[in-house]
Every structure is written in C-alpha cells, then in structure tokens.
T-cell receptor, first 113, second 114 residues
Framework: NAGVTQTPKFQVLKTGQSMTLQCAQDMNHEYMSWYRQDPGMGLRLIHYSVGAGITDQGEVPNGYNVSRSTTEDFPLRLLSAAPSQTSVYFC????????????FGQGTRLTVV | AQTVTQSQPEMSVQEAETVTLSCTYDTSENNYYLFWYKQPPSRQMILVIRQEAYKQQNATENRFSVNFQKAAKSFSLKISDSQLGDTAMYFCAFLLYNTDKLIFGTGTRLQVFP
C-alpha cells in the first residue's frame, strides 16, 4: 500500500515552460487536493476534487490547471511557469466517508528560474 | 471565512522538557475538526493529533495533548518529555464539518536542544 505518491521530488523549470506534477493514491479516496507551501505562509489550497470528473478551485488557483479522470490520479499542470510559482507542492487525499485525516505525498520542490 | 493563526514562528525547548504551541482560529460554525500536523526535515506531513469540536474532552496521543477551548477558539498543543525527534515544523489545521477545505496556519518551527 503506497499511499499518496508524488513525482517528481525536485524540478527546475525555466520561466514560460510547462510541466505536470503527478499525484496518485491507491486508497480509493474520493477527495484529492493540491497545496503549495511557502515560507511564512503555511500550506495554501490550490485546487481540489471530490471525485472523478469533479474539480474546484481553492485559495490560490491562478496559473494552475487540474483534471480528475480517474479516482487514483490528480495531476497539477503549470501551463507557463513563473518565478512566483517557486514553492513546495503537496498532494493530499482523504476518505470523506470514513474520516477526516488527510494523507500527504512527500512533496515536490519546484524552482522556476 | 475560516482562518487559523499560529502566533509563534519559532520555539525552542530542552530535551525532556515540556513545550506548548499556540493556535487560534476563527469560525462562526459549530461543527468542525482541528488538527496538528508535524513536518520534520524530511518534508513529510504527519498527523499528530485530531480534535472534534463537539467533544469536550481534550485529545491525547502519548506525549502529545491538546488544550481545546471552544469558546475562546483556541487549540494549543502540549508536547511532554520533548525528544530530539520532535524537532520539526508544526501546523495547526481546521476542517469544517461536511466540507473538504483543510485550512492551515502558518506553522511554528520547534527546535529541541540536547
């Protein structure tokens, strides 16, 4: 049981490049989400999904796209990376029916130069 | 909108001593959950303890306990018998009942000294 798996762990992008952060969970959780962590600001919600085909915006959605075609996967897309998107990104999932605990991936450190 | 405030950016404690991390929150709702997460240097987010707002009894997990004051909207974490492995960032978080948005505070960096 791998839990929540994020790839890659580290990434450096040039301004204007695009990339996709991958997130997969094997716990059959309906709820998945993406956060970014910046110094002094805690974790802020970017986008979330309550099931396949359903996504919604969080607190800081600009510059990011998501889709949820399967229960297991919830990729985060940066269409045109900007230095302001330099951050650590976390994917999390939760079983909405069984409990409140969110399970987190190990994070992706993204640097945009 | 709900907010979570952690007013202590950094704390330090000697090994074997007790330390308390503060957290306050703002909500007009009555049913919610509160959490403390630990983030060690490995970056992994680890749930330390959880409290359901309708429960008056304070949650306890081994050396970790909370002081939940619902009227004051306060949710502090007490770590007893601090260990070097407790060195980490600690985040307080809030989840409104029947919703999905987990809201985090800005974190407190705890350093445990030998």
């Amino acid at each position: 049981n791998a839990g929540v798996t994020q790839t890659p762990k580290f990434q450096v992008l040039k301004t204007g490049q695009s990339m996709t952060l991958q997130c997969a969970q094997d716990m059959n959780h309906e709820y998945m989400s993406w956060y970014r962590q910046d110094p002094g600001m805690g974790l802020r919600l970017i986008h979330y999904s309550v099931g396949a085909g359903i996504t919604d915006q969080g607190e800081v959605p600009n510059g990011y796209n998501v889709s949820r075609s399967t229960t297991e996967d919830f990729p985060l897309r940066l269409l045109s990376a900007a230095p302001s998107q330099t951050s650590v990104y976390f994917c999390a999932s939760r079983d909405r029916a069984k409990g409140t605990e969110a399970f987190f991936g190990q994070g992706t450190r993204l640097t945009v130069v | 909108a709900q907010t979570v405030t952690q007013s202590q950016p950094e704390m330090s404690v000697q090994e074997a001593e007790t330390v308390t991390l503060s957290c306050t929150y703002d909500t007009s709702e009555n049913n919610y959950y509160l959490f403390w997460y630990k983030q060690p240097p490995s970056r992994q987010m680890i749930l330390v303890i959880r409290q359901e707002a309708y429960k008056q009894q304070n949650a306890t997990e081994n050396r970790f306990s909370v002081n939940f004051q619902k009227a004051a909207k306060s949710f502090s974490l007490k770590i007893s018998d601090s260990q070097l492995g407790d060195t980490a960032m600690y985040f307080c978080a809030f989840l409104l009942y029947n919703t999905d948005k987990l809201i985090f505070g800005t974190g407190t960096r705890l350093q445990v000294f030998p």
